[in-house]
T-cell receptor, first 114, second 112 residues
């Protein structure tokens, strides 16, 4: 089975610029997650989708971050404008459903904001 | 809120040494507990899990036992190999919900 695909793998931008990350989950997985992993810390959940609806976005900085999953499959996470503290690895994960299904993670996108 | 505290690294061991990485948690109710591993250049992978008190999760020679009385889920392996070099994350989810809360990770390096 194909895993969770993310792109790009790396991105370097200047502060105040915008950036977008793309995620394609495992086929048939209804639940999709975006995590932020700052260097030296554990991943932190930004947003969770169930199909194309948002289940939890309580830790998403909504003044600059947005995410969508319009057709309940692929998802895009956007940052506009970026700040230095947004430098991190952005991980996408998917699971078959919200309850007791294991999460499968992509390799992540490493963002550097200069 | 829920939180996970794990042993700070980095940890360096010789091949065939015994490994323990400590993990304790704070959560309401009865969470499920996990260990994830991140090998160099790869994504996070589930290593093992336990969903109720006294359960033991095991995989690839690693084991961890869900201890409710000490709120712990320590990771152990009897004889580590160079290929075990990775970053290990302890994590939990609240009962019936897959929202993972992670610890800060422990980098393990095994030297031949």
């Amino acid at each position: 089975e194909a895993g969770v695909a993310q792109s790009p793998r790396y991105k370097i931008i200047e502060k105040r610029q915008s950036v977008a990350f793309w995620c394609n989950p495992i086929s048939g997985h209804a639940t999709l997650y975006w995590y932020q992993q700052i260097l030296g810390q554990g991943p932190k959940l930004l947003i969770q989708f169930q199909n194309n609806g948002v289940v939890d976005d309580s830790q998403l900085p909504k003044d600059r971050f947005s995410a969508e999953r319009l057709k309940g499959v692929d998802s895009t996470l956007k940052i506009q404008p970026a700040k230095l503290e947004d430098s991190a690895v952005y991980l996408c994960a998917s699971s078959f459903d919200m309850y007791n299904s294991p999460l499968h993670f992509g390799n992540g996108t490493r963002l550097t904001v200069t | 809120g829920d939180s996970v505290t794990q042993m700070e690294g980095p940890v360096t061991l010789s091949e065939e040494a015994f490994l323990t990485i400590n993990c304790t948690y704070t959560a309401t109710g009865y969470p499920s507990l996990f260990w994830y591993v991140q090998y160099p250049g790869e994504g996070l992978q589930l290593l093992l899990k336990a969903t109720k008190a006294d359960d033991k999760g095991s995989n690839k020679g690693f084991e961890a036992t869900y201890r409710k009385e000490t709120t712990s889920f320590h990771l152990e392996k009897g004889s580590v190999q160079v290929s075990d070099s990775a970053v290990y994350f302890c994590a939990l989810t609240p009962f019936g919900n897959e929202k993972l809360t992670f610890g800060t990770g422990t980098r393990l390096t095994i030297i031949p």
